[in-house]
């Protein structure tokens, strides 16, 4: 069966079903209804040709007989015995004009009226045979053909057969002959049964008929018969038919049933082959037989060999839980631990371990989901680190309103005292340390405002390769100094961007500083701008000696610095102007080969509140 014809049954609705059942249904009643009244029809199309035959046998009969002396009374009782005395022969009788018996099988009916007058006429007997069905005196059904008995062949003429009726009454002596003035004209006793002497025929103008019954019984069982084999056959035809159409009904909701199974299947696999969670499920004896494709990734295994177990290749912390789990058949829900992959790095998961069981409670295998916390603390070290900003920027507004203004004063009176020692004295050098330490005091306090307060971006149309190339002069001088060879790299299609170009300015220069500072030996600079899937990207990179790799996760916290003299508050602000234009920055690489900074910046970001 092709997928089309699956496709076509698949689509029949059950109304259509059962209509079709019910027109099948129609049809083998009509067809057996038809054959019933085909077999009525034949069975009285053969009754009545049977009854022709024995009509036209018994003039025959009456014929020869009149030739051969047979015409007496008693021979025409002896013949209409023998004939009745066939199967199936009923009776056999003859009346006159008036309906009463002058002739048969039942002797004692013999002078009787067998039918009335009236009756007579509205059966309108003639030549040919007609039939009627009649209960017969036995009381059974009985297949009645009557016709006009006409003994006389129809060549012969009245005065042919009054001189043949002469010559037979010379060659049997005259004696019990036929009396032919009475047969043919009439005179004597109007067409009754006389005691021996022979059948009178009727009056001129009546008529004499003769009735033929037979009985039905033996061709209503034959009849009986063949509608219980066509009932039969009728039967078996529409057990057949429905049956085909309750399989095809069945097969429709078979497919159907299949159809929707695959349907959802399909649809839980593509879910869990796209969740975010790694999935491994194994059979009641440990085997796996199901990792979609986030285990695979996190596991950092591509294949996994049939037969593989849980064991060889989860951690045995997790395959710990699923025993926990089987003990207690209480499932494990994110269980927080460190997973640590085959490339030696180590992250944080949760993870869920519970069983399969069916409706029956019946044991079928295990289902390990581990999910990567990697993001999750992330964003968690995010907040705390939103946190800490907000309490340093209520520390700042209150602090920067009181220090700055004694600042100024001890700045004014160090500058005071400085100008009234002589140059070059130790009272002339202290003031200007004091006057020094003051300003950079100052220089703290307006970092930590600038951490602080919400980042006031401007945003408008930049040239990218003008913005590096200006940011890059203003460091040129203090790289020429330190031996550092600036490279820089961007591509020449580079489009206009919408970002405020004097805070990403600031942001450039500030990582200049720190990459120059970080090879006080000389070493190469290298800036590189293109365009990404996620738009703008900068890539800053030195040849220093790296950071520490402790360093890493806390660059960006504020007052965290690996120099002396400095504030830990640069890299802080730098990622807030980035943050500000909807980008991000990560260190890519960090070891004896140098450091990199990227930086990702929407084409058109969305300015922060």
């Known amino acids: 069966m092709n997928n089309r014809l699956k496709a076509y049954l698949g689509n029949v609705s059950p109304w259509i079903v059962i209509g079709m059942s019910l027109i099948l249904v129609a049809v083998v009643l009509t067809l057996a209804l038809m054959n019933y009244n085909r077999e009525k029809e034949y069975t009285g199309r053969v009754l009545s040709e049977k009854g022709t035959a024995l009509i036209r046998a018994f003039e025959a009969g009456t014929r020869t007989g009149m030739m051969g002396r047979l015409g007496q009374g008693a021979n025409i009782q002896l013949l209409i ?6 199967p199936d022969i009923l009776y056999i009788t003859i009346v006159d004009a008036d309906g009463r018996v002058i002739a048969s099988s039942e002797k004692k009916m013999i002078g009787s ?63 019990n002959s036929w009396r032919e003035n009475e047969f043919f004209s009439g005179h004597g006793r109007t067409g009754r049964m006389h005691s021996r002497e022979g059948i009178e025929p009727a009056r001129e103008n009546g008529k004499t008929v003769i009735f033929i019954g037979m009985d039905m019984a033996p061709f209503k069982a034959a009849i009986k018969e063949d509608l219980s084999l066509t009932l039969t056959m009728s039967g078996t035809l529409l057990l057949l038919g429905l049956g085909g159409f309750v399989s095809l009904f069945w097969m429709n909701s078979h497919l159907r049933s299949r159809k929707l199974l695959q349907d959802n299947r399909a649809l ?46 989860l951690p045995e912390a997790i395959i710990s839980l699923a025993g926990e789990v089987r003990r207690t058949g209480i499932p494990v829900i994110n269980s927080e631990m460190e997973l640590q992959k085959p490339s030696g790095a180590v992250i944080p998961v949760a993870v869920s371990v519970t069983e399969i069981r069916t409706g029956e409670s019946e044991h079928v295998g295990m289902v390990y989901m581990i999910r990567d916390l990697t993001q999750v603390r992330q964003l ?48 002339r050098k202290a003031a200007e340390v004091m006057t020094a330490e003051v300003e950079r005091l100052n220089r703290v306090i307006s970092e930590l405002l600038e951490m602080a307060r919400p980042a006031d971006i401007k945003l408008r149309e ?13 460091v040129s001088q203090e790289a020429e100094s330190a031996s ?18 004097d805070r990403l300015a600031q942001t450039l220069i500030n990582l200049y500083v720190n990459a120059i500072q970080a090879m006080p030996g000389g070493g190469r600079l290298s800036v590189s701008a293109g365009l990404s899937k996620q738009g703008l990207k900068i890539v800053v990179r030195d040849t220093g000696g790296g950071l520490p790799g402790d360093d890493l996760s806390r660059i960006f916290d504020p007052y965290y610095t690996t120099k002396p003299s400095g504030t830990g508050l640069g890299l802080a602000i730098v990622q807030k102007i980035v943050e500000a234009h909807g980008g991000t920055i990560e260190v890519e690489y960090s070891g004896t080969q140098g450091t990199s900074f990227i930086i990702t910046i929407p084409e058109t970001p969305e300015r922060e509140a």
Not at 277 to 304: W, Y
Not at 406 to 412: A, D, F, T, V, Y
């Open 484 to 501: 550092v060879l600036i490279e820089t790299d961007v591509a020449p299609d580079m489009p206009l961007i919408t970002a405020d170009p």
């Open 81 to 86: 015995d023998e004939t009745a005395a066939l």
């Open 462 to 474: 930049t040239d990218v390769k003008t913005l590096i190339e200006s940011s890059l002069r203003l």
């Open 113 to 175: 009226k067998f039918i009335s007058q009236a009756g007579l006429v509205s059966l309108s007997p003639s030549n040919s045979t007609k039939w009627r069905i009649m209960d017969s005196r036995g009381g059974t059904e009985a297949f009645e053909a009557y016709k006009l008995f006409a003994p006389t062949q129809p060549s012969f003429s009245r005065h042919g057969m009054h001189n043949m009726s002469r010559h037979m009454g010379r060659m049997m002596g005259g004696r």
């Open 268 to 313: 839980t696999e593509e879910i869990v082959a796209n969740l975010p969670e790694a999935i491994v499920s194994c059979s009641p004896g440990g085997e796996v037989n199901f990792v979609n494709p986030t285990a695979r990734q996190m596991l950092a295994r591509d294949v996994f060999n049939p037969g593989q177990t849980a064991r060889e290749i």
């Open 380 to 427: 968690q070290e995010q907040i705390r680190k939103a946190d800490r900003l907000a309490a340093i920027g209520q520390l700042a507004a209150g602090v920067a309103h009181e220090v700055r203004n004694p600042l100024s004063s001890i700045k004014g009176y160090a500058t005071y005292f400085g100008s009234l020692f002589p140059k070059d004295s130790d009272n």
